[in-house]
Structures are given as C-alpha cells and as structure tokens.
C-alpha cells in the first residue's frame, strides 16, 4: 500500500532550529508538497521538491531523497507565528495526492 | 487512520458539459467538507466548505452557481463544475473534518479535470 509517516507533534524553542521528517512508499513519484496549516485555515504552500536535493526558500528549506523515500522540511529562527500544522503530500504515478496526518509544531518562548 | 476517497481521479471532458466530483468520508462521519482548488505547484485554494444538511459557504470569488456543492449526508459531499470550461481545468481536493475524537482534517487524494 501507499503510506507517508511523519511526527504527529514536536515541541521547539523561539530562535530555534527544527527538523520535520516525512517518509515515504508510493506507487511511482511525481513530487512532494509540504504545506503550513494553522488551525481553522487552509493550508498554505510551502514547498515542492521533484529533484534530489535541498531548496531552501528564505527561513525554510525541503530536502528530498528520492532513493531513500524521505524528505524533511527545516525551519530556522522559529517564530512563535510558526506553530500549526505541517502537511507532508507525495504525488503519485497517477498524479493523486497521498497526504501524511500532519505534524503539528508547537513553539514554545 | 481515517479514509477521504474522491471519485472520479481523474476526468476529461467537453467544454460547456457539468462534471461531477464525489468526496467520501469512508470510516467516519464528518459533519463539514471542504472543497479545495490547486493550481500546478502552489497553494490549496479553498473553494468552500460544506456543511451536512445547509448551503454550503462560499469563499470570496467563487461562483456558487457554477460549483454547486451539495452535502447531502455525513459521509458524502458533491461538487458539481457546470458548463465546464478549459479556464476550470484544476486539481479539485476535499477534506472532511472528523466528529468527536477525529477532531482533524483528513484530505482526499485529488481529482483532476480538463476541460477540452
């Protein structure tokens, strides 16, 4: 089956640095989305890898593994506006969307 | 965990012809739907939400009578694009929204229109 596995929830200090792993196992790969959700809003786009690699968009970057089925998503100098959910999506062969259940990233002072 | 199915995947058809998207709620009750629109590598645009039993709300923009969202029981919403035009060709995603200890958005995995 397909399935994307990420951290249901972690905890980080304002100023800090944290990582959010997503896992993946898909029938085929058409990119990875990450995207933000703070809670009664929709989400918001964040990043789309494709390619092996790291891009980096201002305070946060996506990095993807294609071999390895895995992406993390890293945040730098949290801002306590950075707690919500983080949403990690594979694209598959057949173009549809397998989301993950989220992270939720709680910023504490 | 809990199950968004979305039916059809995918669908082509032609321009001025209504097309209808089936959301499904599959081991759960979900009392509100939400309609979202991607375009190619942004954001999920919210289209509107439904709610099971009234109108659905409609965001800023979105035209009512051209989607027509019907939310007809607690495990099922429809949205229907009328007299489809290529401008309308998108990835259409919902999610519904889990009752009692599911209080969280589950999405559904897409379908994708195009509107020859």
């Known amino acids: 089956g397909q399935n994307i596995d990420q951290p249901t929830e972690m905890t980080a200090t304002e100023g800090a640095i944290v990582q959010i792993n997503c896992t993946y196992q898909?029938?085929?790969?058409?990119?990875l989305f990450w995207y933000q959700q703070h809670a009664g809003e929709a989400p918001t786009f964040l990043s789309y890898?494709?390619l092996d690699g790291l891009e980096e968009k201002g305070r946060f970057s996506s990095f993807l593994s294609r071999s390895k089925g895995y992406s993390y998503l890293l945040l730098k100098e949290l801002q306590m506006k950075d707690s919500a959910s983080y949403l990690c999506?594979?694209?598959?062969?057949?173009?549809?969307?397998?989301w993950g259940a989220g992270t939720k990233l709680i910023i504490k002072p | 965990g809990a199950v968004v199915s979305q039916h059809p995947s995918w669908v082509i058809c032609k321009s001025g012809t209504s097309v209808k998207i089936e959301c499904r709620s599959l081991?759960?009750?979900?009392?509100?739907m939400f309609w979202y629109r991607q375009f190619p590598k942004q954001s999920l645009m919210l289209m509107a939400t439904?709610?099971?039993?009234?109108?659905?709300?409609?965001e800023q923009g979105v035209e009512k009578d051209k989607f027509l969202i019907n939310h007809a029981s607690l495990t099922l919403s429809t949205l229907t694009v009328t007299s489809a035009h290529p401008e309308d060709s998108s990835f259409y995603i919902c999610?519904?929204?889990?009752?009692?200890?599911?209080?969280?958005?589950?999405f559904g995995p897409g379908t994708r229109l195009t509107v020859l």
């Open positions: 898909t029938s085929g790969f058409n990119g």
């Open positions: 890898n494709v």
């Open positions: 999506a594979v694209m598959d062969s057949n173009y549809q969307l397998i």
């Open positions: 081991d759960f009750q979900a009392t509100t």
């Open positions: 439904s709610n099971e039993g009234s109108k659905a709300t409609y």
């Open positions: 999610s519904a929204w889990g009752q009692g200890d599911l209080n969280e958005q589950f």
